[in-house]
């Protein structure tokens, strides 16, 4: 892979992590480009959501290095809010406060942690919440509004910041499937700004079609990666195979 | 559901869309009558306990003793207003230690909860601290401070004063207790939300001001109440070490008429203070709980 990308955005080398006996993280090493599209795909558990966590730094990783733009993030001591600011991350659950209207849930981070006008951060914030057919609901609180409404506040607040990285964890794993496809379109049109992204998902057929690479994790390795024609027409390893034929046999592709 | 209802001779879809004669629906219909037979047991049973006592009090061989010097009404007319005074001390004491002790309860239940290795000494502090002043009863710290540390000085000035050092053992105390109820709200905050203002780039000083201890003091605000109450109940106990508050005027007023009545009259004086104050936490945690759990269920 680094023959593709010489100078990777965001590189993972031999990144291990374990909680207590159990290795979550095992040797995981992953490049990713810049504008490059990776998904993760793998079984529940295989350590899609801890990667993602690894990457912003919300969990320390107990060996190997992650570089961003040739910077090694991961080493002890190092300042993790820095990185944070640069790379977005959206969660399976929206996590939007609930005690601050969408408004503010959006220019919080602008305006406390990168000084901005308050004027200034709630102008890009309506900017954004009309790209994506929110502005409506600038004054409303999440619990007004739908599951895939909160999702899209939530990828909106991630991207006030204006991110380097998007990462984002099964975003619509927990929508009814009727609100599936709004929050789709969002990402589909991060990918047309060219926002560099890292998405675990459960819809193959969405990882099919939005994606420059699908990288599939097994038991916390990755154990095979490619372009998404190869890798759902033509797996090579046994356990791709195994784990798409369980995914087509439960209807999901 | 509905199968085993007999179908009356209204037909269950005339049940279903018209409204009865009352003109309210079938659901409000029900909640009256049951929220009438319920006043109607509870008035009917606190008429028979009350009768019990007025009947049966009077007949014991000791009640017109207790009377005279319990409940004299010359004795609570001429001693009320006595004790409005000590009484003011006693609010000015509450109003003066409440605050300073949701500040400091606040700062201890942040410190009891920092994760961060290099303040691990301040965690350890915090915690020692309110296992040590919670290990004690209230009065023992009010006695050990009030008469302890004012003898430390020996000129006489307003820090010198044993009202203030009774304050300050409230103070130590009820922060202690406060301090629990906080930390308790804190860990109610769900650590997803925590994740995401990290995420964000938040550090983790801003994450626990504007996304955790909001949603935190929110929560708490019951209890915190509830502690409250208590509080302006104990103020009477820096009595104990000197100042003339309501219970300690009272008690003088007792020994000059060899009468009771004063600490009635003080007793009527507190719960002018505290019924208000415990309906109002009521009221707020039954807003709390439809909140947060949607209908009540009975
Ligand atoms: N905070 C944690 N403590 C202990 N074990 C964890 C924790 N987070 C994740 N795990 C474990 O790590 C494994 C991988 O989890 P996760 O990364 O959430 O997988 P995925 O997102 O692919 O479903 C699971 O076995 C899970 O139980
Ligand atoms: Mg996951």
């Known amino acids: 892979m680094s023959a593709i990308h010489p100078v990777a955005k965001l590189r993972l080398d031999r990144v291990r992590k374990s909680f207590g006996d159990r290795v979550v993280l095992d040797d995981v090493t992953l490049d990713v480009g810049a504008h490059e599209v990776v998904c993760l795909i793998g079984a529940s558990g295989s350590g899609k959501s801890t990667m993602l966590r690894c990457i912003n730094l919300l969990e320390p990783i107990d060996d190997g290095s992650i570089w961003l733009d040739g910077v090694d993030i991961a080493e ?12 977005g991350m959206v969660f399976q659950s929206y996590n939007l406060f609930p005690h601050m209207s969408v408004l503010r849930n959006i220019t919080l981070a602008p305006t406390k942690v990168l000084r901005r006008p308050r004027a200034e951060a709630e102008q890009t914030a309506h900017e954004l919440l009309q790209r994506f057919g929110l502005d409506d609901k600038a004054g409303a609180f999440p619990d007004q509004l739908s599951g895939g409404q909160q999702q899209r506040v939530a990828i909106v607040r991630a991207l006030a910041m204006q991110p380097e990285i998007m990462l984002l964890d099964e975003v619509t794993a927990a929508l009814d499937p009727v609100l599936v496809g709004e929050v789709l379109n969002v990402i589909r049109d991060m990918r047309g700004l060219g926002m560099t992204m890292v998405l675990a998902t459960h819809e193959m057929g969405f990882a099919r079609e939005i994606s420059d690479r699908v990288c599939f994790l097994h038991q916390g390795r990755v154990v095979e990666q490619g372009p998404p024609e190869q890798m759902f027409s033509a797996p090579e390893r046994p356990e791709t195979h195994d784990f798409l034929a369980r995914v087509i046999a439960s209807g999901r592709l | 559901m509905t199968g085993s ?7 269950a879809d005339a049940r279903a869309s018209a409204p009865s004669r009352s003109g309210l629906s079938r659901r409000a219909e029900y909640d009256l009558r049951q929220r009438r037979r319920s006043t109607l047991v509870a008035s009917v049973s606190t008429v028979l306990v ?19 010097s319990f409940f004299d009404w010359d004795t609570f007319t001429d001693s009320l207003p006595k004790l409005w ?8 004491i509450f109003l003066i230690c409440a605050p300073c002790i949701v500040v400091v309860g ?8 920092v994760r961060s290795p290099a303040l691990f000494p301040l965690r350890l502090f915090a915690t020692v601290f309110t296992d040590v002043v919670r290990g004690v009863p209230v009065i023992l710290w009010i006695t050990l401070i009030g008469f302890g540390v004012p003898g430390l000085f020996s000129e006489r000035a307003w820090y010198t004063k044993p009202v203030v050092w009774g304050g300050f053992a409230l103070v130590m105390c009820y922060s202690a207790y406060v301090a629990e109820v906080f930390r308790a709200g804190i860990e109610g905050v769900h650590e997803s939300q925590r994740a995401a203002s990290r995420s964000l780039g938040l550090s983790s000083s801003q994450t626990m001001r504007t996304v955790v201890l909001p949603q935190a003091v929110r929560r708490v605000v019951p209890p915190l109440m509830n502690d409250m109450v208590s509080l302006q109940k104990d103020v009477a106990l820096v009595s104990i070490i000197g100042p003339v508050e309501a219970l300690r005027r009272a008690g003088i007023l007792v020994s000059q008429s060899f009468n009771f009545t004063p600490y009635v009259a003080a007793a009527v004086l507190f719960l002018l203070v505290s019924i208000p104050l415990t309906r109002l936490t009521d009221h707020l945690m039954a807003r709390e709980r439809r909140r947060t759990s949607g209908t009540a269920v009975s």
């Not at chain 1, 002890?76 to 790379?87: A, I, K, L, S």
């Not at chain 2, 209802?5 to 037909?11: E, L, N, Q, R």
């Open chain 1, 76 to 87: 002890p001591g190092h300042d993790p809010d820095p990185v944070r600011r640069r790379v």
């Open chain 2, 5 to 11: 209802t007999p179908i009356t001779s209204d037909g």
């Open chain 2, 50 to 68: 009350v009768a019990a006592i007025i009947l049966f009090v009077p007949m014991m061989p000791g009640w017109d003793r207790v009377r005279a």
């Open chain 2, 85 to 92: 005074k000590p009484f003011w001390l006693n609010i000015r």
């Open chain 2, 106 to 113: 606040m700062l201890v239940a942040i410190a009891r909860g």
